[in-house]
């Protein structure tokens, strides 16, 4: 085992240098230098971790060797975290990715956002996606043609945030959550419901604290800085790509919560930042789509997502960005940039469910705009 573990080091050391080959094979001066730097910086730090764990005297020791295989294994999963998404977005850097990222620039100007600005590149092979640890959003190839799933961007800058303030966007929320499952374990017990009832609060709990009260809260926060804009995108997705929208029910597991369920944690931020009667379209088309979508809510499927739980995530998560210093949508001020992407963003919108025929034509000259602050320099 110490011979397969030598080899699998040397191999894993080698990767590090050819990426950092790589890495410095862009030209310097480039306009992402310091994120080639920062990338670089960590392979480097791989590189090191593994020629200290290959120069380990005791290496292979047979008390020790299971935990040396487990360094091994997380030096290698950074590596291939680096290698399977900073690195392309790297490699294939392109005109197309400097108009989203100069879009991406001007939303974080004009939303205060509080952290460097993250590197945005086209290369997603499915929908929007955050890598949070490399500051990196990956979208869709050919979304820099179009506006109206622009504001899933601000979903994906909401995992950066969270992943950097999680503790201000949470508040007291995770005790509400944990008063809730056992209030609910309780009522169980006095309904004499099956026994098996209690792990599967048990695993909702889980559900939430694992995956869902990141999404909701990367949500809220999206409709905290781009407004009613962010509910209209998510009714697209809803109608595009997830029309189940009561799944996952009660027992069930995702990564993400129920698309019914999101709509109400967006209405409830909606409402927190006061923008009640700007809702009020997303609402209706919302409340026609849930007339003619078909899905049937399962079983229990109310008891997953209580609207006490989502308002007191929404509060919380109100309250996250209010300390962070983000701007919400109802109160950014005029900037001195030509263009207002969250005020576009909420004209497309508008004007897509006031005149859908002229709506094509609209945006494609809103798009060129775009492009021309872009090589203004803007």
């Avoid at 004009?110 to 640890?133: E, K, R």
């Avoid at 604290?209 to 990367?218: A, I, S, Y």
Wanted: proline share 4%; with cysteine.
């Amino acid at each position: 085992m110490e011979t397969l573990l030598k080899g699998l080091g040397v191999e894993l050391k080698e990767r590090c240098l050819a990426i950092q080959r790589v890495l410095e094979s862009k030209k310097s001066g480039s306009e992402i230098q310091d994120y080639i730097n920062e990338i670089r910086n960590k392979t480097d730090q791989i590189r090191q971790e593994i020629e200290a764990l290959l120069g380990d005297p005791d290496l292979g020791n047979t008390r020790l060797i299971s935990n040396q295989f487990f360094a091994f294994s997380r030096l290698a999963e950074r590596l291939s975290e680096i290698e399977w998404y900073p690195l392309p977005a790297i490699t294939r850097y392109n005109e197309t990715d400097h108009y989203l990222g100069w879009m991406c620039g001007l939303l974080a100007r004009q939303v205060h956002y509080p952290l460097q600005t993250p590197l945005v590149s086209g290369f997603s092979s499915d929908y929007y996606g955050a890598i949070p640890p490399y500051r990196l959003i990956k979208v869709p190839a050919a979304e820099h043609l179009f506006l109206l799933g622009l504001p899933d961007l601000c979903h994906e800058v909401g995992h950066i945030l969270f992943s950097n303030y999680k503790g201000d966007f949470l508040g007291n929320f995770l005790s509400d959550l944990s008063n809730y499952i056992q209030s609910e374990k309780k009522r169980r017990i006095s309904e004499e419901a099956p026994p098996s009832y209690q792990a599967l609060y048990d695993k909702l709990e889980t559900e939430w604290k694992d995956h869902w009260t990141t999404e909701f809260t990367c949500d809220m926060i999206a409709t905290f800085m781009v407004g009613t804009a962010f509910g209209c995108t998510h009714l697209r997705l809803c109608c595009s790509l997830d029309p189940d929208i009561f799944r996952p029910g009660f027992g069930e597991s995702s990564t993400h919560p129920s698309g019914e369920s999101r709509m109400r944690a967006i209405m409830a931020t909606l409402k927190r930042i006061g923008l009640d009667e700007d809702s009020k379209a997303i609402q209706d088309q919302w409340l026609r789509y849930l007339s003619v979508n078909g899905s049937k809510k399962p079983i229990e499927y109310d008891h997953c997502y209580p609207n006490k739980l989502i308002d007191s995530l929404a509060k919380a998560v109100y309250g996250g960005c209010v300390k962070i210093g983000l701007a919400s949508y109802k109160d950014q001020q005029a900037t001195s940039d030509d263009i207002n992407l969250p005020t576009l963003l909420n004209e497309a919108w508008t004007l897509l469910l006031a005149n859908a025929q002229g709506y094509a034509t609209w945006e494609s000259k809103q798009v060129k705009r775009l492009r021309e602050g872009v090589n203004e320099g803007s």
